[in-house]
């Protein structure tokens, strides 16, 4: 099929690239000039494991393209994916300004029937309202499907290639049977249903996602109190198929674009309809306190932080990725540096983009290894659980700090380990 991606974020550039691998003809479309040169330049703007050799791959095989030009990308395509932000507004609503100015742009540049798949999160209700208004534009046949995309940062090749399932929102048979061909070689589970079930679908994945982290964390901070450890607990509990094992690693909670910005946006959604989301307001709540446990135990080790020289390893909210959106590093950092703390921060990927979005005090020394921001620390706090750490040599490690503070705030290291390297160290929900 030809297929036509508008946008070149995450979503829409994964899947656009990942649909050609699987033999389709695809456009990929940004009014980014510079993100499209980049590209055609053979640059990806993101870091991706597996992207940058499936677009060389398929570039080269004439299936994928990138340009700026909507409309000739339009004219070409079967199905029309919009794939834009729906960046939050300062009352955690979705901002659907970009999307709507695309279904306009679809509009005006139709040349027959098309059907308009929406891939960006929306709240329930837009998929109707990018009807409407491509409909006041044009009088071309056209259908509005919802498939909401479920990748995550770091393994979206492989999440798009081999999805759990594909959610398909439409109340038209032709596309939605036009969309189950074009999935189908990806997998088996494939769910077609209404437009605003599939909507639906999206939010409240996320939020139980959510929901999961931020309940074993309430539990890892219970644990601390109790003498348990919470990673034995989230195995056991992880057993029972009812609950299953994963999301249920505790730590300093959740970050990125999509839990914070999805889980603000789903209160709001059922706030404009008289519903107190209470369950989801607390999940938010709780994620926000999780971070902080870092800086109370960095007190309790170290007492007054006031010119202690504190190492961070981690700036991405997750590993795999240089993505520094709602990572917990940002609060961490500007708390320790306004309790007059010096911080040394390390990532392996993420620290030029840190650098650009950390609105904090520019004294923060920037390393240029693990072992560089760890050298003469009064303690290092590890925040995202990026594989270079895990492999450190403790014992390494330890000579080099002024102080064996070790906090781990993603229970990266086995109590062996540290046992073994003699370092003061505190982890999340299990006992020291
Ligand atoms: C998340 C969802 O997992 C995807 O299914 C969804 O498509 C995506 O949001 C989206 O809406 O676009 P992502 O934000 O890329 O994907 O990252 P996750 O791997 O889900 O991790 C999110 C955060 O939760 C990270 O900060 C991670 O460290 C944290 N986390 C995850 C935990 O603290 N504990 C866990 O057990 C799992």
Redesign the pocket.
Known sequence: MNLTFIGTG??GLVSGVCFSEIGNQVTCVDKDLGKIEMLNNGEVPIYEPGLKELIDKNKGLGRLRFTNELTEAVHRADVVFIAVGTPSLPNGEANLEFIEQVAQDIALAMNGYKVVVTKS?VPVGTNDKIKAIISQLTSHPFDVVSI?????????VK?TLHPDRIIIGSDSEQAARMLVELHHPLTDQIMVTEVRSAEMI?YA??AF??T??SF??EIANICEKVGADVTHVAQGMGYDKRIGS??????????????PK?THALIQIAGNVDYEFKLLKSVVEVNQGQRFNVIAKLKHSLGDLKGKVIGIWGLA??PD?D?VRE??ALDIISALLEAGAVVKAYDPIAMENFRKVFEGDETVEWAGSAMDAAENCDALCLL??WAEFKNVQLSELRQIMNQPVLIDG?NVFTKEQINQAEFQYYSIGRPQ
């Open positions: 995450y979503v999160t909401p995309e479920f990748l995550r940062e770091g393994s979206a999440d999206k994945s996320n996602l959510a999961k982290i074993i964390n994963s999301f249920l690693q505790a730590g300093i909670g959740y970050g990125g674009s999509c839990f999805d909210f997750k990725t993505d990572a917990p995202t659980d993603r």
